[in-house]
């Protein structure tokens, strides 16, 4: 028997009309530009049009078995192109409706017509959301039949796009992000400066396709001339993306431009308006001129992205970006910033990124500032109904449970996480911080290199190069460094590199930065070179071993007894070593390897430590036996 001839079909919904055949989509007879996940997502929900596909099903359709890839993240920002393409509203649709827990239905009336005339289809197909499904029930899963129709059709576009790519812009590009300029929009929205950078640094991290520099290293750029090529060049960034904004009529008006510093000249630019009393709507609007402008522009194929919550109350978004505009400075400024946020959380409880704010400046206040128990209880409270806002989210109080010395807690909650979310980067980064504060060092560099090959460019994961200092891989150390390498956090792993193989140049090069953004540790470095006398020296190292932040992070006691033993200060390296154990940072075999130790591994009191460091990790692996056997 011959096989059934299948008609290829346009279907029709609302002003639009798609082929799945040809790869294109109309709205009222203007193409409308789709990425390739989404509209094979589209083509999916439409051949089965008043059913529910589960997100397993579009799980196995955009990603077969054996792809590694962040899911839920890529799956929730796939759908939200497309809505954004549709102009559907999830909270309102009209096209797609989530159906919790399950998957998603398309719930307009659809209508069916053969492209061209063959024996097997009828002149034309009207039909329902209700009727539809019952009619597909008879084929043999026609939306795997759509997703072979439509992929080799995409796998030669994006051949062709590879083929066609300019050789001269690197593979990964390197992005500054600036404060935006406010041209005349009054006093009033000064606070857009800020939020503008900062929320676009986030959704080009989101991407997962280019590295961001810290909008944070940027900020400082708000006041200063805008020479874009030595900005770029201060920065490392192959790119700068700045803009302003300005009041058209009634609204507000953003005008972006990406400068590429190799040329010297603007490679992108766009602009957007959007109503001051609607300023919700400006997240969507960056995700589609990102993915649709500005990474094309350079030559990028958008890496899937995760999808970033939307607030539901206008104000409480607000205050969530006045808050990116403060400072966050420990006392008085960060206070500013957490009223804003305590307000903001308090008018929409489901809105993470507030969440997630709130509790980094809590963190501030606690480890930096004055604060004490009180503001270490918020962060893991805020932490907690971040979580409730955000159940797929990857929130946690792994690292302040690593700091504190609860390696038990910190195993226990990255593994629950890990086992949750085994394709997300921040989960393997979190079973890695916590294992360095373990001792092994080896099971944290695996991870950390899990992390790196899940996202390469986010800027939070240099705390990696930790491990890979404390096992000697400089090499592999530097590579996470480089990701963030002129902040202050950079310049102490700077430091640390640098001591350990005798870099004498670029030990004192990183000291003034680490210094300013303040690490004692960095203090004392000059002084270990004999650039002050003795009385300096010692008063130095005293009052590096007093610091009270240190007190709060047994890795930073660590680092400081270490730097106090390169600098013959033995008596309060030991000292300051054994609070480090005592705070259950097991340093070993850390302590066994650093040469930094070197001065005083000879003394007996360093025995008793090193078996102190063999016992804090020895209690550590057998509380996860324990755990991992029960689950």
Same mark, same amino acid.
């Given at each position: 028997?011959?096989?059934?001839?299948?008609?290829?079909?346009?279907?029709?919904?609302?002003?639009?009309?798609?082929?799945?055949?040809?790869?294109?989509? @109309?709205?009222?007879?203007?193409?409308?530009?789709?990425?390739?996940?989404?509209?094979?997502?589209?083509? *999916?929900?439409? %051949?089965?049009?008043?059913?529910?596909?589960?997100?397993?099903?579009?799980?196995?359709?955009?990603?077969?078995?054996?792809?590694?890839?962040?899911?839920?993240?890529?799956?929730?920002?796939?759908?939200?192109?497309?809505?954004?393409? =549709?102009?559907?509203?999830?909270?309102?649709?009209?096209?797609?409706? $989530?159906?919790?827990?399950?998957?998603?239905?398309?719930?307009?009336?659809?209508?069916?017509?053969?492209?061209?005339?063959?024996?097997?289809?009828?002149?034309?197909?009207?039909?329902?959301?209700?009727?539809?499904?019952?009619?597909?029930?008879?084929?043999?899963?026609?939306?795997?039949?759509?997703?072979?129709?439509?992929?080799?059709? +995409? !796998?030669?576009?994006?051949?062709?796009?590879?083929?066609?790519?300019?050789?001269?812009?690197? *593979?990964?590009?390197?992005?500054?992000?600036?404060?935006?300029?406010?041209?005349?929009?009054?006093?009033?929205?000064?606070?857009?400066?800020?939020?503008?950078?900062?929320?676009?640094?986030?959704?080009?991290?989101? #991407?997962?396709?280019?590295?961001?520099?810290?909008?944070?290293? #940027?900020?400082?750029?708000?006041?200063?001339?805008? /020479?874009?090529?030595?900005?770029?060049?201060?920065?490392?960034? #192959?790119?700068?993306?700045?803009?302003?904004?300005?009041?058209?009529?009634?609204?507000?008006?953003?005008?972006?431009?990406?400068?590429?510093?190799?040329?010297?000249?603007?490679?992108?630019?766009?602009?957007? #308006?959007?109503?001051?009393?609607?300023?919700?709507?400006? %997240?969507?609007?960056?995700?589609?001129?990102?993915?649709?402008?500005?990474?094309? !522009?350079?030559?990028? *194929?958008?890496?899937?992205?995760?999808?970033?919550?939307?607030?539901?109350?206008?104000?409480?978004? *607000?205050?969530?970006?006045?808050?990116?505009?403060?400072?966050?400075?420990?006392?008085?400024?960060?206070?500013?910033?957490?009223?804003?946020?305590?307000?903001?959380?308090?008018?929409?409880?489901?809105?993470?990124?507030?969440?997630?704010?709130?509790?980094?400046?809590?963190?501030?206040?606690?480890?930096?500032?004055?604060?004490?128990?009180?503001?270490?209880?918020?962060?893991?409270?805020?932490?907690?109904?971040?979580?409730?806002?955000?159940?797929?989210?990857?929130?946690?109080?792994?690292?302040?449970?690593?700091?504190?010395?609860?390696?038990?807690?910190?195993?226990?909650?990255?593994?629950?996480?890990?086992?949750?979310?085994?394709?997300?980067?921040?989960?393997?980064?979190?079973?890695?911080?916590?294992?360095?504060?373990?001792?092994?060092?080896?099971?944290?560099?695996?991870?950390?290199? $899990?992390?790196?090959?899940?996202?390469? &460019? @986010?800027?939070?994961?240099?705390?990696?190069?930790?491990?890979?200092?404390?096992?000697?891989?400089?090499?592999?150390?530097?590579?996470?460094?480089?990701?963030?390498?002129?902040?202050?956090?950079?310049? =102490? =792993?700077?430091?640390?590199?640098?001591?350990? $193989?005798? /870099?004498?140049?670029?030990?004192? !090069?990183?000291?003034?930065?680490?210094?300013?953004?303040?690490?004692?540790?960095?203090?004392?470095?000059?002084? +270990?070179?004999?650039? &002050?006398?003795?009385?300096? =020296?010692?008063?130095?190292?005293?009052?590096?071993? $007093?610091?009270?932040?240190?007190?709060?992070?047994? %890795?930073?006691?660590?680092?400081?007894?270490?730097?106090?033993?390169?600098?013959?200060?033995?008596?309060?390296?030991?000292?300051?070593?054994?609070? !480090?154990?005592?705070?259950?940072?097991?340093?070993?075999?850390?302590?066994?390897?650093?040469?930094?130790?070197?001065?005083?591994?000879?003394?007996?009191?360093?025995?008793?430590?090193?078996?102190?460091?063999?016992? +804090?990790?020895?209690?550590?692996?057998?509380?996860?036996?324990?755990?991992?056997?029960?689950?």
């Amino acid at each position: 028997m011959a096989a059934p001839v299948i008609a290829k079909r346009i279907y029709k919904f609302g002003l639009f009309e798609i082929d799945p055949d040809g790869a294109k989509l @109309w709205r009222q007879g203007a193409p409308v530009k789709l990425q390739d996940q989404p509209f094979r997502i589209l083509c *999916v929900l439409l %051949e089965r049009a008043g059913e529910v596909v589960t997100r397993e099903q579009l799980r196995t359709l955009l990603w077969p078995e054996g792809t590694f890839v962040e899911f839920d993240g890529s799956l929730n920002a796939a759908l939200r192109r497309l809505r954004y393409a =549709l102009d559907d509203d999830a909270d309102n649709p009209i096209f797609i409706e $989530t159906v919790p827990r399950r998957g998603y239905r398309f719930i307009a009336p659809v209508q069916i017509e053969p492209s061209e005339p063959t024996e097997s289809s009828r002149p034309q197909d009207i039909v329902d959301s209700a009727r539809f499904g019952h009619l597909n029930k008879s084929r043999l899963t026609p939306w795997l039949w759509i997703a072979f129709a439509v992929a080799p059709i +995409c !796998a030669a576009f994006l051949s062709w796009q590879h083929a066609h790519q300019k050789h001269e812009v690197p *593979v990964q590009p390197v992005i500054a992000v600036l404060p935006f300029q406010n041209d005349g929009a009054g006093a009033d929205f000064d606070y857009l400066q800020y939020a503008i950078g900062k929320e676009l640094a986030t959704e080009l991290t989101q #991407t997962r396709s280019v590295i961001v520099r810290p909008f944070a290293t #940027t900020s400082k750029f708000v006041s200063q001339p805008r /020479d874009l090529g030595s900005i770029g060049k201060e920065a490392t960034a #192959t790119h700068v993306l700045t803009g302003s904004f300005r009041r058209d009529k009634d609204d507000l008006q953003v005008n972006m431009e990406l400068f590429y510093v190799a040329r010297n000249e603007t490679v992108w630019r766009d602009h957007f #308006t959007v109503s001051p009393q609607e300023l919700i709507k400006m %997240e969507a609007q960056f995700a589609t001129r990102i993915t649709g402008g500005l990474l094309p !522009a350079i030559n990028v *194929v958008a890496a899937p992205a995760a999808e970033l919550p939307s607030s539901r109350n206008e104000r409480a978004f *607000v205050l969530y970006l006045r808050s990116l505009g403060v400072s966050h400075d420990p006392g008085e400024p960060n206070k500013v910033g957490i009223n804003d946020l305590e307000e903001s959380v308090a008018l929409d409880s489901q809105y993470a990124p507030a969440w997630d704010e709130l509790g980094w400046r809590y963190y501030i206040e606690y480890a930096y500032g004055n604060g004490g128990p009180g503001e270490r209880d918020k962060v893991y409270e805020v932490h907690r109904l971040q979580r409730e806002a955000d159940p797929n989210g990857t929130a946690n109080s792994i690292t302040l449970r690593a700091e504190e010395g609860d390696l038990n807690g910190a195993y226990e909650e990255a593994a629950a996480l890990l086992k949750r979310r085994p394709d997300s980067s921040i989960a393997h980064f979190e079973m890695g911080y916590m294992l360095r504060y373990a001792g092994l060092l080896d099971e944290a560099e695996r991870e950390c290199d $899990t992390t790196i090959k899940i996202d390469p &460019g @986010w800027y939070v994961f240099r705390s990696c190069a930790q491990p890979f200092i404390l096992d000697g891989k400089y090499v592999e150390a530097r590579k996470y460094v480089h990701l963030d390498e002129n902040s202050g956090f950079g310049a =102490l =792993l700077r430091i640390e590199i640098a001591l350990r $193989t005798g /870099d004498k140049q670029d030990t004192l !090069a990183a000291t003034s930065l680490a210094v300013e953004n303040g690490f004692p540790l960095a203090k004392l470095v000059p002084y +270990c070179f004999d650039h &002050g006398s003795a009385t300096e =020296l010692g008063k130095a190292a005293a009052e590096l071993e $007093t610091d009270p932040r240190s007190d709060r992070d047994s %890795e930073l006691l660590y680092q400081n007894a270490a730097t106090l033993s390169f600098c013959g200060q033995a008596d309060a390296a030991l000292r300051v070593l054994r609070k !480090a154990i005592a705070g259950n940072y097991c340093s070993y075999p850390a302590m066994d390897k650093d040469p930094l130790f070197s001065s005083i591994r000879w003394r007996p009191e360093f025995g008793d430590l090193r078996r102190a460091g063999m016992a +804090c990790q020895q209690d550590f692996l057998a509380h996860r036996k324990l755990v991992d056997s029960q689950r």
